[in-house]
């Protein structure tokens, strides 16, 4: 591994202090991508947290966002699905600027090491317990657009399409390599095997418009769409505990696009 620039070096002696374990720089600038806009991910590893766990600071004219991170939570990460799917990838690419005891350097180590496989049983549950959840998002879309009601709508909309795509993902196993490419990734993971749930996704979060009907009404019908294409997604792990739920928000969202005009 190259050495840090002086820069790099600046913020590891300014933050090399008691109780912190290691300094590592993740994102762009751990890709060699950054560009003039990009921020310096700074995430400082210790065993227990200080008041102030996250801030943003400017030194030599840059933005550090400055994250502290308990180390066990970093390696509990690694065994829940919808955590491992953001953690994995990042923690294989960070740059470890200072490490002195050499946990770091396991904890980079166990991201290399992770298999998925053993987490699917998990993520399978966590992903049809967001879907049986997302049910109340359903409900107060179909009010909302009944009462023309543009932020319930808007808000619950916003609610399923996270809720939901994440839960796809997860399920996926979907490792996340950048934050700034978790859409694009998603997109490009199920447009051959699944169009309409692809469709659904870019309506719902705005990517796409139409040009016939209020922005509301068309993102609160593509998340009811998002609802169904995710159903049909995970049709084969929906589990009896959250059946009932799931099947009877389907047959209120059909029938409520079989009265409602812009349907």
Request: aromatic letters at 12%; hydrophobic letters at 45%; glycine letters at 6%.
């Amino acid at each position: 591994m190259t050495q840090p620039d002086p820069f790099l070096r600046s913020l590891v002696e300014r933050f090399k202090q008691p109780g912190v374990i290691g300094v590592v720089v993740t994102g762009s600038y751990s890709r060699g991508v950054q560009d003039r806009y990009s921020d310096v991910d700074l995430d400082i590893f210790v065993n227990e947290l200080p008041d102030e766990d996250y801030t943003l600071r400017i030194f030599d004219g840059k933005l550090v966002s400055i994250k502290y991170i308990r180390l066990a939570d970093e390696f509990a990460s690694l065994t829940k699905p919808d955590g491992a799917i953001w953690s994995v990838q990042g923690l294989r690419q960070m740059h470890i600027l200072w490490d002195e005891s050499g946990e770091i350097h396991r904890l980079k180590q166990a991201a290399f090491d992770f298999k998925w496989e053993t987490l699917q049983p998990a993520a399978d549950v966590y992903a049809v317990e967001q879907l049986m959840g997302c049910a109340e998002e359903a409900q107060k879309i179909m009010g909302g657009l009944l009462k023309e009601n543009e932020s319930k709508v808007l808000y619950a909309s916003w609610g399923m399409f996270k809720n939901l795509s994440f839960a796809a993902a997860t399920q996926s196993g979907l490792m996340v390599d950048s934050e700034n490419r978790i859409f694009a990734m998603m997109e490009a993971h199920f447009k051959d095997s699944r169009p309409g749930w692809v469709r659904a996704f870019r309506f719902a979060f705005g990517m796409d418009v139409e040009a016939d009907k209020p922005a509301f009404v068309t993102r609160g019908l593509a998340a009811l769409d998002l609802y169904e294409e995710t159903a049909k997604l995970f049709k084969d792990i929906i589990t009896e505990n959250h059946r009932e739920v799931i099947e009877n928000t389907l047959q209120l969202i059909a029938s409520f696009k079989q009265s409602y005009p812009y349907a």
